[in-house]
């Protein structure tokens, strides 16, 4: 049993961890849905790792919290088995679209030329529904985002001035590279530990800890994006002071002062 002063904090932590993780991941589905010049195949996967992240803070956080508080499950048979399905299917989207930025980046790095080509907005859109379901695995979505990057980074540093020489874009890339490798490896050190531990400690506390470490990171990506991408401080502003109901503001040039 938890005294009173317990339950009321425990509830207010997770309350506000749950209204930050949506809160912010909502900031950055408003950015890129409105504004058109965010419309790139590279931004509609970030979309994408979004509205999970939503997701997990809308649904999986108040709903695990309330479980964790109490020490019992008060939602019945059928959503405790619902619960399950959405926490896998939920897990699944975000190891896909890691995926999914892994292989977008490879390509715009280690080959500028045939990017427009091969990563277009009708492409990914297609490649993200379909493939979801195709990832509910650990080791294979690890190893490969691994090896993307790796050789990714090996390339940037090689070549980036030829890179820059075909391709203007050869900066940004490698800075989007860059930023989006950081949310890589900030989800892995959420990620890796509970993995670990869910298949070889038998200890129910720390298992419980290490996933809310992963439940955190979802509120953390924004975060991320507000610190490397200042088209996001852009938008947000744009949002917050409600300047996004204004006439064409969809079209503004949000990198008119700032590159990608």
Known sequence: M??????????????????????????????????????????????????????????????????????????????????????????SASFTNLVLIAVDRYVAVCHPLLYPQKITTTKTIGFACIVTDLFMSFIFPCTLIITLYLRIFYVVHQQVKVINSLMKGGKSESKAALTLGIIVIVYMLCFVPYFICSISVNSSTTITVLAWVVYTNSGLNPLIYALFYPWFKKTVKHILTLKIFQPASSLADIFAEHQL
């Open 2 to 91: 938890r005294s009173r002063y317990e339950y009321n904090i425990m509830y207010v932590f997770f309350s506000l961890l749950s209204a930050w993780t949506v809160f912010l991941n909502l900031l950055v589905i408003i950015s890129i849905s409105h504004f058109k010049k965010l419309h790139t195949p590279t931004n509609l996967i970030i979309l994408s790792l979004a509205v999970a992240d939503l997701l997990i803070g809308l649904i999986v956080i108040p709903v695990d919290a309330t479980r964790l508080i109490e020490t019992c499950w008060y939602f019945g048979d059928t959503f405790c088995k619902l619960f399950i399905i959405i926490l896998g299917l939920l897990s």
